[in-house]
């Protein structure tokens, strides 16, 4: 995918969540997905401080409020958690959403770009990201760094969004014809453009859809020991393919 193609696909991304950032959060405040409880517990978690998390593409930090809401999952209930994401006005949500909480950060930069400490997060998530980052190249080198940031005995965990297999998905995909700098030409299989809410809606988001071998080609090589990989969330528990990876002898999901 060349690099105009890629630019413009960001910008369809960035164009939504500035727009409709407001209407996005009142949508995603009802708990938490399914599947991050078996993430949590999957998770070793220290027994001597606070277990660190990374979550990057935090959106409006609703990973940190599950955590916040359910401290049963944690050893003494208690974390520190660091959330990133590009969009500067969901960020704002998040940080209104947790004020009170100042074990709970958060910072708008790019997660395809930022800096991250090397090996210091106990459990780093990439949850409902990589369907909006473009390119496989890129995707790899976004989880290659993410990988990086997890500590000895650590946890990475991400989610693709399985949503080609929603029987309502032809309805919401739109034409590329109408998306200026898109080359269809420089598209990948399963790239495709979105429509988000209503039927006659004019918002729309770029998203990938990956299935099990693209996973398995992302996820080939990474420092990193597969420990779990199974489908929960949304109708029928199966919205998400969630990927889990251990460094250095984290627990084994049963």
Do not use: K
């Not at 997905?33 to 998770?43: A, D, E, K, L, M």
């Not at 910072?107 to 980052?133: K, P, Q, Y």
């Not at 014809?177 to 988001?205: K, T």
Request: hydrophobic fraction near 35%; aromatic fraction near 8%.
């Amino acid at each position: 995918m060349n690099t105009p193609t890629q630019a413009a696909l960001r910008r369809i991304n960035r164009d939504f969540y500035s727009r409709h950032a407001a209407d996005f959060d009142r949508t995603r405040h009802a708990g938490g997905w399914p599947g991050w409880r078996r993430v949590v517990q999957t998770t070793a978690q220290p027994t001597n401080r606070p277990l660190r998390v990374l979550d990057l593409g935090c959106g409006n930090g609703r990973f940190a409020l599950f955590l916040q809401h359910n401290p049963e999952l944690l050893s003494h209930g208690r974390f520190i958690y660091d959330g990133i994401d590009l969009s500067s006005e969901l960020t704002d949500h998040a940080r209104a959403a947790a004020a009170s909480l100042d074990h709970i950060r958060f910072r708008t930069d790019d997660i395809e770009n930022c800096a991250l400490d090397e090996a210091t997060d106990d459990l780093v998530t990439l949850f409902g990201v990589l369907h909006h980052i473009p390119g496989f190249d890129t995707r790899r080198r976004t989880l290659e760094r993410a990988a990086s940031a997890v500590a000895p005995g650590g946890l990475l965990a991400l989610t693709c969004w399985q949503f080609a297999d929603d029987p309502g998905f032809e309805r919401r995909r739109l034409d590329w014809a109408s998306e200026a700098g898109v080359d269809p030409a420089e598209l990948e299989p399963e790239d495709h453009l979105l429509r988000w809410g209503p039927g006659d809606s004019q918002a729309r988001r770029y998203c990938h859809h990956t299935d099990e071998p693209e996973l398995d080609r992302l996820a080939f090589g990474l420092p990193l020991t597969e420990v779990g990989r199974y489908r929960s969330d949304g109708p029928g528990g199966r919205q998400n393919l969630y990927w889990l990876g251990a460094r250095d002898g984290a627990a084994t999901l049963s």
